[in-house]
């Protein structure tokens, strides 16, 4: 199991510019999350999906874009790139068990995707 | 909307002092994480409280849930400098997986 891989791991992008962040998990977790991390701050929801076909905006949803055609995939879209959308930008899921005192409710992070707009 | 504070924001201390991080939410949280991230990583998991007032060790950390399942703490027994780094706890708002995480604290262990 790769466990969640992120696409690509740093990118530049012009002000205006479009770009997706794509985020894909093998392990049949039922739910995933985009957060990003500014420089030395903590970890902010952008958008969650319990599964295909729902998302859900998260704490700070603005300027970003999702879907979740399939199980695996949870892509960010960008639209129009911000230099406030600076940031490490972190894929993450769960398998999402209702009720589970288990270890199956656990965030598996991504190694994260550094964009820099300029 | 949910809020999640930890305090201290940073905290240095010597080689083998103690550490304690403290975690407030503004909502009843189902169940409580905690995760540590090192320079340039990303979070790694570290236990999940689940019943109100519950403690669990993990070697020279204590993990805490309040009796209300709204504050945490964690606890760090005589630090090494293998325990730097940023420490986070985080939680679902009760009946929800929207996954809310705290400010975080940042630890340097000073050799």
């Known amino acids: 199991n790769a466990g969640v891989t992120q696409t690509p791991k740093f990118r530049i992008l012009k002000i205006g510019q479009s770009m997706t962040l794509q985020c894909a998990q093998d392990?049949?977790?039922?739910?995933m999350y985009w957060y990003r991390q500014d420089p030395g701050m903590g970890l902010k929801l952008i958008y969650y999906?319990?599964?295909?076909?729902?998302?859900d905006k998260g704490e700070v949803p603005n300027g970003y874009n999702v879907s979740r055609s399939t199980t695996e995939d949870f892509p960010l879209r960008l639209e129009l790139a911000a230099p406030s959308q600076t940031s490490v930008y972190f894929c993450a899921s769960i398998r999402g068990l209702r009720g589970s005192l288990s270890g199956a409710n656990v965030l598996t992070f991504g190694a994260g995707s550094r964009l820099t707009v300029l | 909307g949910q809020q999640v504070m930890q305090i201290p924001q940073y905290q240095h201390v010597q080689e083998g002092e103690d550490f304690t991080t403290y975690c407030n939410s503004s909502t009843t949280l189902s169940n409580i994480q905690w995760y540590k991230q090192r320079p340039g990583g990303h979070p790694v998991f570290l236990i999940q409280l689940v019943k109100s007032g519950e403690v669990k060790k993990q070697k020279r950390l204590t993990f805490q849930f309040g009796e209300a399942k709204k504050n945490s703490s964690l606890h760090i027994t005589a630090t090494q400098t293998t325990d730097v780094g940023t420490y986070f706890c985080?939680?679902?708002?009760?009946?929800?997986?929207?996954?809310?995480f705290g400010t975080g604290t940042r630890l340097k262990v000073l050799a």
């Open positions: 392990m049949n977790h039922n739910y």
């Open positions: 999906s319990v599964g295909a076909g729902i998302t």
């Open positions: 985080a939680g679902p708002t009760s009946g929800t997986y929207k996954y809310i």
